[in-house]
């Protein structure tokens, strides 16, 4: 039994109605509109990636030249030394050939003795030596010595307080610090006096301990006044020791 193949017969397709058959066109209609508008759009993207990018070209100037090197002019060439003007010789003429005769002066004549002898002057007799005569003692300038330097004056002496007095009584002030801080002490200040009585130096010579009660010191001092010192009627300085105290009243 032989078989034999045979093509299945087509199913007959039943006709689509009218509806959908629009439908389908329309749609097709727009696939191809979407089709053509993607080639319209890819157009000019492909011309512009497919063009060459342009070359610009742009002029430069040339540089300018440099100007030529003009070459210093050369040194002027050293002036000539003027050569000193030749002395022209000498030339002999027939004017000047002839010698010149020189001239000679006869010395004059010496003098006749005769003549010498009136003419000689006579002779100046010495006048008579006068004897000197001694000097008049009524007329004689006596020459005074010089004057004497004047004579030292003698150092200031020193002398004890208890010889010493006083114009002005020394008044001693008490630091208003010093008594609130119970400061106390003594203090002996050297001072100078001169011979019109009043202070000219002071140094203290023992201290206190408190620079408010030896400054005090020195201005009770400073403002004394005291009587002249004299020897034999003279006023001289003197040095003299004041003791001042400050003590606080217990």
Aim: proline share 22%.
């Amino acid at each position: 039994m032989s078989t034999s193949l045979s093509k299945p017969a087509p199913h007959p397709t039943a006709p689509l109605p009218r509806p959908a058959r629009a439908a389908v066109a329309l749609a097709m209609v727009a696939l191809h509109a979407l089709a053509i508008h993607g080639l319209m759009r890819l157009a000019p993207a492909r011309t512009s990636a497919g063009a060459p990018a342009p070359i610009f070209a742009e002029l430069v100037a040339p540089p300018a030249p440099e100007p030529p090197r003009v070459a210093p002019p050369p040194p002027p060439p050293p002036s000539p030394a003027v050569a000193p003007p030749r002395p022209r010789p000498v030339i002999a003429t027939k004017k000047t050939a002839k010698p010149v005769e020189p001239t000679v002066v006869a010395p004059p004549e010496p003098p006749k003795p005769e003549k010498l002898a009136q003419q000689a002057p006579a002779p100046i007799e010495p006048a008579p030596a006068v004897p000197a005569r001694d000097p008049d003692p009524q007329t004689s300038v006596a020459v005074a010595p010089p004057p004497a330097a004047p004579a030292p004056r003698p150092a200031p002496k020193d002398i004890s307080i208890r010889a010493v007095e006083y114009l002005t009584l020394p008044v001693l002030r008490y630091p208003s610090a010093s008594r609130r801080l119970l400061e106390e002490g003594r203090v002996d200040v050297r001072v100078l006096v001169d011979a019109r009585g009043a202070p000219r130096e002071a140094v203290i010579v023992r201290s206190s301990g408190y620079p408010r009660l030896d400054e005090a010191a020195l201005a009770t001092v400073r403002a004394t006044r005291f009587k002249p010192y004299t020897e034999n009627g003279v006023a001289m300085p003197f040095w003299v020791v004041m003791p001042l105290i400050f003590e606080l009243e217990s």
